[in-house]
């Protein structure tokens, strides 16, 4: 775990296997007719919860040498669950599965540890109601989730004002057992990998965008198809390493088989603007989803940049490490819009300006925007991290140590397990 204000980042990368394909794959796998392989999946917490989950559901998963073999069962299938379902920290987990079971004709309890079950999933539940499920949340807002599944789920159209790829997959989830078509628009774009396995499994799903809004259309006409899938690289655990690398001239950093989502390397533009020396190369589609290799050769200090709210959700994960790095970049850079961040595992917004102060770098948070005053000195640091169990902010903050005269102090670090168990080991690996 060695990285101070001399270290450089150098080597090829793997980055572990993408959370929210990891996710998705599961669930998608395990509506499916037949035997699907996976290999590659993501082994944190939260997706292994995930995977617990669909287990309970009816659905058998087999571990094989480095694969999962997943047996499927039919949309409106599921079993009902003799216990509750506890999803840890994974709020992915909790949403998407809530959309499944709410058109299932089952009673589900879903519950999460001392952060999730403070998390909004209103957001989510009230598209789902609609379809005809009976849903209860403590406060009307949080979980405990308790869930009556409707196994005749009402086909209707949904607009999705807040962007979130969470609210549109639980939706879409609950319309594979919707007799109809279900209608969705998106006011902003958000990560479409629910949408491209199911183009990859045969569903009968239609998508087109114009500059205003995205449109979705499905209709279960058609069974989902087995799969063999190879999960790729997880852009939000690479940013970590790819930022890292940007941050001091002199890394050299080559990063293989990373997932180039256009919905997901919105910080890979923000670090070029930046001056981020970053090459993209070996583009090659697999399932619907680009995959590329990235080349970081990094020969110039970073400046700022202002960051547009319209931009956020392509980059809302790696807002944490961005932070870090517009505070060693010169100016002032601003991130505009982050409300969403405050609903994140914990206040991010909060905990980064936090955070920030401790290290020794001036940031001003006017309204949701963050306002950060960069420069090439060294930051005092030796400074206790809080970050609230929150795995982003953590690694960012350990990050941060680059760029500081002495090391932070980090009190826990076991909540890493959740997106990223082994990433300490891999920093260790690629310092220099």
């Known amino acids: 775990m060695s990285l101070n204000k001399k270290s450089l980042i150098k080597g090829t990368y793997f980055p572990p296997g993408d959370k929210s394909i ?3 794959i599961l ?3 395990g509506q499916a007719i037949g035997k699907s392989e996976i ?16 287990k309970l559901l009816g659905v058998q998963i087999k571990k094989k040498k480095d694969k999962y073999i997943i047996f499927g069962i039919p949309p409106g299938s599921l079993f009902e669950p003799r216990k509750v379902i506890d999803f840890g920290n994974s709020g992915t987990g909790i949403r998407l599965i809530s959309g499944l079971i709410s058109s299932n004709n089952i009673k589900v309890k879903l519950v999460g540890d001392a952060s999730l079950s403070n998390r909004p999933m209103k957001r989510v539940t009230e598209h789902l109601t609609k379809m005809g499920s009976k849903i209860e949340l403590k406060k009307n807002l949080f979980p405990p989730i308790k869930i009556k599944g409707n196994g005749n789920a009402v086909p209707l159209s949904f607009n999705i004002k807040i962007p979130s790829a969470q609210i549109k997959s639980a939706i879409m989830l609950a319309a594979l057992n919707t007799n109809g ?37 499905m ?15 997880d852009p939000s655990s ?14 050299k950093l080559v990063v293989k088989n990373i997932l180039f989502n256009g919905t997901r390397i919105g910080f890979i533009k923000t670090l070029k603007n930046m001056g981020g020396n970053i090459s993209v190369i070996n583009k090659r589609k697999i399932h619907n989803e680009l995959v590329a290799d990235i080349i970081i050769e990094q020969k110039n200090n970073l400046c700022s940049t202002i960051i547009k709210s319209d ?17 060693f970049a010169n100016g002032l850079t601003i991130f505009k819009g982050l409300k969403e961040l405050t609903v994140k595992e914990s206040n991010r917004l909060e905990l980064i300006h936090q955070n920030l102060k401790r290290i020794g770098v001036k940031s001003v948070i006017k309204k949701y925007d963050l306002h950060i005053y960069g420069n090439r000195d060294l930051k ?40 990223y168990p082994t990433f300490f080991k891999h920093i260790s690996l690629f310092t220099n």
């Open 380 to 419: 005092n640091g030796a400074a206790i991290i809080k970050h609230n169990n929150d795995h982003r902010i953590l690694m960012s903050f350990f990050i941060s140590n680059m760029i500081c005269k002495k090391n932070n102090i980090i009190k826990d670090k076991s909540c890493v397990k959740t997106s």
């Open 238 to 251: 690479a940013a970590f390493f790819i930022s890292a690398a940007c941050l001091k001239p002199g890394s």
């Open 22 to 24: 990891s996710h998705r």
């Open 39 to 54: 290999s590659n999946l993501l082994q944190g917490e939260d997706v292994i919860n995930t995977l617990k989950a669909m």
């Open 219 to 233: 209709k279960n006409d058609k069974e989902l198809k087995s799969i063999k899938y190879n999960v790729p690289g």
């Open 181 to 217: 078509k279900v209608k969705i628009k998106e006011f902003k774009t958000t990560r479409d990998h629910t949408e491209n396995m199911l183009y990859a499994m045969g569903y009968n799903i239609k998508v087109r965008e114009n500059s205003l809004y995205r449109f979705i259309e």
């Open 27 to 29: 669930i998608l796998a």
């Open 311 to 327: 931009d956020i959700p392509l980059q809302i994960d790696e807002i944490p490490i961005l932070s870090v790095v517009a505070s």
